[in-house]
């Protein structure tokens, strides 16, 4: 299936996530997040990865160009930070951290809402994230889902 065909649902995002993040815990290995035909990369989203020990993107499979961007840096479409203050840390959370911002849908040019399902991959520097395109859900309902084991 092509990027952009279906959409990925946030239970998807939540269970892709933790098996980025596990996966990134025993390999410590960034660069099978940087390919595009990757099963890190499905219906209409994609596992990025952030250093938060370097402050740095170091995997986007989509957009390359942001690796090695200090991605508190990193605008969305409507020129907000795409990263909040403390990601790092919420990441840290067993159930992980929601947020949203502005960002286009694969091979288009206007933002959409996008939620984000961030978490830390144990025992490296890495934080693991993937989104969701939605208008309607809140922070608080997948923060719900994500809190469930």
């Known amino acids: 299936v092509a990027?952009?065909?279906d959409h990925a649902t946030a239970q998807?995002?939540?269970?892709?996530?933790?098996?980025a993040a596990s996966t990134l815990s025993?390999?410590?290995?960034?660069?099978?997040?940087?390919?595009?035909q990757?099963?890190?990369?499905?219906?209409?989203?994609?596992?990025?990865?952030?250093?938060?020990?370097k402050k740095?993107?170091?995997?986007?499979?989509?957009?390359?160009?942001?690796?090695g961007i200090d991605?508190?840096?990193i605008k969305d479409t409507k020129g907000k930070n795409v990263f909040p203050e403390g990601v790092c840390d919420a990441a840290k959370k067993p159930s992980g951290v929601w947020f949203e911002y502005s960002w286009p849908k694969p091979g288009e040019k206007e933002g959409s809402r996008k939620i984000a399902y961030s978490l830390s991959a144990k025992g490296?520097?890495?934080?693991?994230?993937?989104?969701?395109?939605?208008?309607k859900a809140t922070i608080a309902e997948l923060s719900?889902?994500?809190s469930k084991k």
């Open 144 to 146: 719900k889902l994500s």
């Open 3 to 5: 990027v952009g065909q």
């Open 71 to 73: 991605f508190m840096s």
């Open 38 to 53: 990757a099963p890190w990369v499905w219906k209409d989203t994609y596992i990025f990865v952030e250093d938060c020990d």
């Open 12 to 19: 998807e995002v939540v269970a892709k996530v933790r098996e």
């Open 56 to 67: 740095v993107q170091v995997a986007h499979p989509i957009k390359p160009e942001l690796v």
């Open 124 to 135: 490296t520097p890495y934080v693991v994230a993937a989104g969701v395109y939605d208008d």
């Open 26 to 36: 025993k390999t410590g290995d960034v660069a099978q997040f940087q390919q595009k």
